[in-house]
Nanobody, 128 residues
Framework: QLQLVESGGGLVRPGGSLRLSCVASGDSLDAWTVGWFRQVPGKEREGLSYNTRKNGGPYSAEYADSAKGRFTIVRDKAKNTVFLQMDSLRPEDPAVYYC??????????????????WGQGTQVTVSS
């Protein structure tokens, strides 16, 4: 059974960078779509980005508007890990960041409920 563990969160100044890691165990991530989400108290979980491939082809990535140009999702097959590189962090970025994975074609970045496997989350704080 696939298990995901996030790490890399912490305190960073506005404009700074963090790299979050999502390490998988129990299965290879090769055939899984992996996404990154975030959630602040009282709000719905927000999808940021996902990395996927179709029919065994090359991997590709998609980004939500809030992540475009600042966040980059990177898959490292050798490490069975997916990273989220976050640059130019803003005061509105603090949240618990989660990675998720799904093996079906029905995942939807705008609907966190369509994703089947989740990590426990890592806290990101942006403050001067």
């Amino acid at each position: 059974q696939l298990q995901l563990v996030e790490s890399g969160g912490g305190l960073v100044r506005p404009g700074g960078s963090l790299r979050l890691s999502c390490v998988a165990s129990g299965d290879s991530l090769d055939a899984w779509t992996v996404g990154w989400f975030r959630q602040v108290p009282g709000k719905e979980r927000e999808g940021l980005s996902y990395n996927t491939r179709k029919n065994g082809g090359p991997y590709s990535a998609e980004y939500a508007d809030s992540a475009k140009g600042r966040f980059t999702i990177v898959r490292d097959k050798a490490k069975n890990t997916v990273f989220l590189q976050m640059d130019s962090l803003r005061p509105e970025d603090p949240a618990v960041y989660y990675c998720a994975a799904d093996s079906s074609p029905y995942f939807d970045l705008t609907n966190w409920r369509t994703w089947g496997t989740w990590g426990q989350g890592t806290q990101v704080t942006v403050s001067s």
